[in-house]
Each structure stands twice: as structure tokens, then as C-alpha cells.
């Protein structure tokens, strides 16, 4: 049970944003909402984490909604290079909970 | 260059073999993690390790073995009890239980 729940598919062009959502409905008040992607036959790459707060890094944003059911990943230019599966993932630190990925978001990026 | 590193990249055996996939790091982590993906799907968790010699079952741990004799390393057997071994095995690492993760390149495992 991945607890989140995603769309299968997503399209862009390249160098527009792109935005992917992430449903947690059930999420509890002290788990962390953490994105990884992955690329072709590679492992997965940490993209960004957060709880409440939004939060920025170089690599993308993440939009967290008040109410915490649900986060957006932001990719504010997509290149080619972004095209991978993109994971969004419930973590409970103090529970010790592992990451437990679900089906992910297939991201496609168009020249 | 810290990291963590698999190996080999590719491997093949015989039904009915064990095999044992290698798992370093350097990172100085205390948790280490195994996982299991098929085609088309994600990522299914085999084992876990918290600190060295400790070491707790996920979700599909039946037909694996692992052990745990020093915090660099994590290697996972596959037994001919596993049913379907052919997968793509990734290890990773991270400071402890339940923070960001890094993952190796992955060992693609093919039975026949």
C-alpha cells in the first residue's frame, strides 16, 4: 500500500513547466512528503522533500496544499534530460517508515 | 568520490543457483536497503538494515538472504528458493532509517 497515488502518464514541452500532483489523502501529521525519479534501467535520484512548508532546491519546487492531502512537484523548465518515472512518497521519520514506491508518474518531454 | 556501488552491472545464472549481489558504500550510513524492480513497475522493498549487525525483512523478503558484518557493506543472496529471480536488484544507503536515500546503479539479474 503506497499511500499516494499518482497519474500513470504526464506530457510537456520542452523548456515549459511542468507540474506533477501527488494525492496522500491519509497522510498523518508528521509524515514527510519525499519525490524521487528515475531514469531508464538506472537508480532512483532524490529530487526534493518537505512537510509543510514549500520548498525549493535546484533541482525543482514542491508545493505542498494546506491541508497536506496532496503536493504538486514543480519542474519550472523541462529539458529532455528531466524524461523519467517520478515517485512521490509518504515518510514517517519517527516511525522509521521505509520508502515504499508506488507506480510513479512517467513524465515525457517533447522537443 | 563518495557513493555507493553495485556489482556486477549484469548477471547471469543458472536456475536452481544462488547468487549473491554486492552492495558498497562510503558514505559513512548506517541504513542500507534492498530492492527489487520488474518491468514497467516499482520499486518492492527486500530487506532493510538499520545499523551493522541488524537487519529486518520488507515486504518480499521470501527466497533472499542478507547479512550485515560491516557498516560498509550489504550483500544480497538470492536462493533457488526465490520463485522469480530475474529483476533488476537495487541497493541504497542513507544516514539513517527514513531519510533521503541514495541509490546504486543497479544489478540486472537474469535466470535461466
Known amino acids: 500500500d503506497a499511500k499516494t497515488t499518482q497519474p500513470n502518464s504526464m506530457e510537456s514541452n520542452e523548456e515549459e513547466p511542468v507540474h506533477l500532483p501527488c494525492n496522500h489523502s491519509?497522510?498523518?501529521?508528521?509524515?514527510?512528503i519525499h519525490w524521487y525519479r528515475q531514469l531508464p534501467s538506472q537508480g532512483p535520484e532524490y529530487v526534493i522533500h518537505?512537510?509543510?512548508s514549500n520548498v525549493n532546491n535546484r533541482m525543482a519546487s514542491l508545493a505542498i496544499a494546506e491541508d497536506r492531502k496532496s503536493s504538486t512537484l514543480i519542474l519550472h523548465r523541462a529539458t529532455l534530460r528531466d524524461a523519467a518515472v517520478y515517485y512521490c512518497?509518504?515518510?514517517?521519520?519517527?516511525?522509521?517508515?521505509?520508502?515504499?514506491f508506488g507506480g510513479g508518474t512517467r513524465l515525457m518531454v517533447k522537443p | 568520490d563518495g557513493g555507493i556501488t553495485q556489482s556486477p552491472k549484469y548477471l547471469f545464472r543458472k536456475e536452481g543457483q544462488n547468487v549473491t549481489l554486492s552492495c558498497e558504500q562510503n558514505?559513512?550510513?548506517?541504513?542500507m536497503y534492498w530492492y527489487r524492480q520488474d518491468p514497467g513497475q516499482g520499486l518492492r522493498l527486500i530487506y532493510y538494515?538499520?545499523?551493522?549487525?541488524?537487519?529486518q525483512k520488507g515486504d518480499i523478503a521470501e527466497g533472499y538472504s542478507v547479512s550485515r558484518e560491516k557498516k560498509e557493506s550489504f550483500p544480497l543472496t538470492v536462493t533457488s528458493a526465490q520463485k522469480n529471480p530475474t529483476a533488476f536488484y537495487l541497493c541504497?544507503?542513507?544516514?539513517?532509517?527514513?531519510?533521503?536515500?541514495?541509490f546504486g546503479q543497479g544489478t540486472r539479474l537474469t535466470v535461466v
Open positions: 512518497i509518504r515518510m514517517n521519520n519517527n516511525a522509521g517508515n521505509m520508502l515504499t
Open positions: 538494515s538499520q545499523i551493522v549487525n541488524d537487519f
Open positions: 518537505g512537510l509543510t
Open positions: 541504497a544507503s542513507s544516514i539513517k532509517v527514513g531519510t533521503e536515500a541514495f
Open positions: 491519509t497522510i498523518s501529521g508528521t509524515d514527510y
Open positions: 558514505l559513512n550510513h548506517d541504513a
